[in-house]
């Protein structure tokens, strides 16, 4: 019998979905390739007793799909989502001191994410490698995302990475997942989220606003391009652009103020009352979230790649293009200037009198940031860093991308520890609620949308409630029949 290819396309203008699915049946053998239009994407099979079970559930497979929209297509006649991939140079520090390093770990590939809490350290590279390492240099675990890491955002406990195939991974849980979809008219340059809403800046300077179920919200397109800034909290959302900052309130309703900065933002940070942008001619300058006027200027002596601080502002940190790290305090004084000796840092976290940045060698990089330790090492006085190497047998995570990847629990009940939700479909939208007892019925889940099957039950470990009136997942999930 002939081998039988069938290609199907979702893509939709203005949404998130930028897909294909082909089904191939040869003989009893029946696999399936999915994933982003361009991509190469994953790979899936399966073997029947006879030919007429494999076509049977090659057909199945193939109405699911079409009654979700796929429609059949030519694979390769419709392009692939734009990525552009920030190109940085680096350049040898003129600082006549090296910072002090306690440990380096190196990813292989230059590296743009980082997240640094209470518990641990997480890393995001060019080459979708995600790492968690303890505040002592410790690998813990590692995860092989599909593409490229833009970079690593958190809300509250649950930790974001937002990747160059348009997909934004939730790696809270056991196993990550797709968690929102990007538009694939949108070159994602940067992202944050707050309670649940992702805000995301792109190449031609604008700023897209998607909720907790993936569902668009609102956009805005700036005078600028190149937003290499956005942060969010409950009153606006604040983009940085190649002609200065603007903020928009929370709803999306109204531009509430517009301040042009110093040379294009290419990275920004945010204090309670405060944001702050690095800009390419050489300066931090930080700005009224509520008026959007400069209260503080920061001169470095290069373009600033990044830039964070000590709670409050107490003092403010940078990093160039020329591998220099600089530190100043409140009001714009210069304090010290060091060299990483790791590369130029295109992000970086304060934590506990330590300074973590991530490098353009791909290197995660923890300093010691308090007095004793800088004035010793402007004196030449620096602690040997260790060299943190990853474990053999080091777990790797990846997405689970659809229900294949889902266990199955052949029971007619939950476990006593398991909390069941169920895909409904309302308003021509698809919802995850909670159908257990205990919760609240009308708040909706934020779940894996390649799982997301009218009808379908699943058990859930670690659901809980959040602030943003919704449930997140952060245990396993398997199907429950």
Same mark, same amino acid.
């Given at each position: 019998?002939?081998?039988?290819?069938?290609?199907?396309?979702?893509?939709?203008?203005?949404?998130?979905?930028?897909?294909?699915?082909?089904?191939?049946?040869?003989?009893?053998?029946?696999?399936?390739?999915?994933?982003?239009?361009?991509? %190469?994407?994953?790979?899936?099979?399966?073997?029947?007793?006879?030919?007429? =079970?494999?076509?049977?559930?090659?057909?199945?497979?193939?109405?699911?799909?079409?009654?979700?929209?796929?429609?059949?297509?030519?694979?390769?006649?419709?392009?692939?989502?734009?990525?552009?991939?920030?190109?940085?140079?680096?350049?040898?520090?003129? %600082?006549?001191?090296?910072?002090?390093?306690?440990?380096?770990?190196?990813t292989g590939s230059s590296a743009f994410g980082i997240h640094v809490d209470e518990d641990r350290c997480w890393v995001g590279n060019q080459a979708g490698d995600v790492y968690t390492l303890s505040h002592g240099g410790e690998v813990l675990a590692r995860y092989s995302l599909p593409d490229g890491v833009k970079?690593?955002? %958190?809300?509250?406990?649950?930790?974001?990475?937002?990747?160059?195939?348009?997909?934004?991974?939730?790696?809270?849980? =056991?196993?990550?997942?797709?968690?929102?979809?990007?538009?694939?008219?949108? #070159?994602?340059?940067? &992202?944050?989220?707050?309670?649940?809403?992702?805000?995301?800046?792109?190449?031609?300077?604008?700023?897209?606003?998607?909720?907790?179920?993936?569902?668009?919200?609102?956009?805005?397109?700036?005078?600028?391009?190149?937003?290499?800034m956005v942060r969010a909290d409950e009153r606006a959302v604040y983009h940085g652009h190649s002609q200065g900052v603007t903020a928009y309130a929370a709803d999306g309703g109204a531009q509430l103020w517009h301040t042009p900065t110093d040379g294009s933002v290419l990275f920004g940070w945010q204090e309670d009352?405060?944001?702050?942008?690095?800009?390419?001619?050489?300066?931090?300058?930080?700005?009224?979230?509520?008026?959007?006027?400069?209260?503080?200027?920061?001169?470095?002596?290069?373009?600033?790649?990044?830039?964070?601080?000590?709670?409050?502002?107490?003092?403010?940190?940078?990093?160039?293009?020329?591998?220099?790290?600089?530190?100043?305090?409140?009001?714009?004084?210069?304090?010290? =200037?060091?060299?990483?000796?790791?590369?130029?840092?295109?992000?970086?976290?304060?934590?506990?009198?330590?300074?973590?940045?991530?490098?353009?060698?791909? +290197?995660?990089?923890?300093? #010691?940031?308090?007095?004793?330790?800088? &004035?010793?090492?402007?004196?030449?006085?620096?602690?040997?860093?260790?060299?943190?190497?990853?474990?053999?047998? &080091?777990?790797?995570?990846?997405?689970?991308?659809?229900?294949? %990847?889902?266990?199955?629990?052949?029971?007619?009940?939950?476990?006593?520890?398991?909390?069941?939700?169920?895909?409904?479909?309302?308003?021509?939208?698809?919802?995850?609620?909670?159908?257990?007892?205990?919760?609240?019925? +009308?708040?909706?889940?934020?779940?894996?949308?390649?799982?997301?099957?009218p009808g379908a039950r699943y058990v859930v470990d670690g659901l809980h409630a959040a602030s943003g009136g919704f449930y997140r997942v952060r245990g396993e999930i398997r199907r429950l029949v």
């Amino acid at each position: 019998m002939a081998r039988e290819t069938t290609y199907l396309e979702l893509s939709q203008d203005g949404g998130g979905a930028h897909k294909f699915y082909e089904v191939t049946v040869d003989g009893t053998a029946v696999s399936v390739r999915y994933g982003r239009i361009g991509a %190469a994407g994953q790979l899936q099979s399966s073997s029947f007793p006879n030919v007429e =079970k494999a076509r049977a559930a090659a057909a199945k497979k193939i109405g699911e799909k079409v009654r979700k929209g796929y429609a059949p297509a030519v694979a390769g006649q419709r392009a692939a989502r734009a990525v552009t991939r920030r190109q940085v140079t680096s350049a040898p520090s003129t %600082a006549r001191a090296v910072a002090p390093v306690l440990w380096r770990f190196r990813t292989g590939s230059s590296a743009f994410g980082i997240h640094v809490d209470e518990d641990r350290c997480w890393v995001g590279n060019q080459a979708g490698d995600v790492y968690t390492l303890s505040h002592g240099g410790e690998v813990l675990a590692r995860y092989s995302l599909p593409d490229g890491v833009k970079c690593l955002v %958190a809300d509250e406990f649950w930790i974001y990475a937002g990747c160059d195939d348009g997909t934004v991974y939730d790696l809270s849980s =056991k196993v990550p997942f797709g968690a929102y979809d990007i538009a694939a008219d949108v #070159d994602i340059f940067w &992202l944050d989220i707050h309670e649940g809403v992702l805000s995301v800046s792109d190449r031609s300077g604008g700023l897209t606003v998607i909720d907790h179920e993936d569902e668009f919200q609102w956009s805005r397109r700036s005078s600028g391009s190149n937003a290499w800034m956005v942060r969010a909290d409950e009153r606006a959302v604040y983009h940085g652009h190649s002609q200065g900052v603007t903020a928009y309130a929370a709803d999306g309703g109204a531009q509430l103020w517009h301040t042009p900065t110093d040379g294009s933002v290419l990275f920004g940070w945010q204090e309670d009352h405060t944001v702050y942008a690095g800009t390419g001619r050489h300066t931090v300058q930080r700005l009224a979230k509520a008026t959007g006027a400069v209260e503080a200027s920061y001169r470095c002596d290069a373009a600033v790649y990044a830039c964070a601080t000590s709670p409050d502002g107490r003092h403010v940190f940078a990093a160039d293009y020329a591998s220099s790290v600089y530190c100043f305090d409140a009001d714009g004084q210069r304090l010290w =200037k060091l060299g990483t000796g790791g590369g130029s840092a295109l992000s970086m976290q304060y934590l506990d009198e330590r300074l973590y940045l991530v490098t353009t060698d791909g +290197s995660l990089i923890c300093m #010691d940031a308090s007095e004793a330790a800088i &004035l010793a090492a402007q004196r030449g006085s620096v602690p040997t860093a260790v060299d943190v190497k990853s474990a053999a047998a &080091l777990p790797v995570f990846t997405p689970a991308a659809s229900p294949a %990847a889902v266990a199955t629990v052949s029971v007619a009940a939950a476990p006593a520890d398991g909390v069941v939700v169920e895909c409904v479909r309302q308003g021509g939208r698809m919802r995850v609620q909670v159908v257990s007892g205990g919760f609240e019925p +009308s708040w909706n889940v934020q779940f894996p949308r390649g799982i997301r099957e009218p009808g379908a039950r699943y058990v859930v470990d670690g659901l809980h409630a959040a602030s943003g009136g919704f449930y997140r997942v952060r245990g396993e999930i398997r199907r429950l029949v």
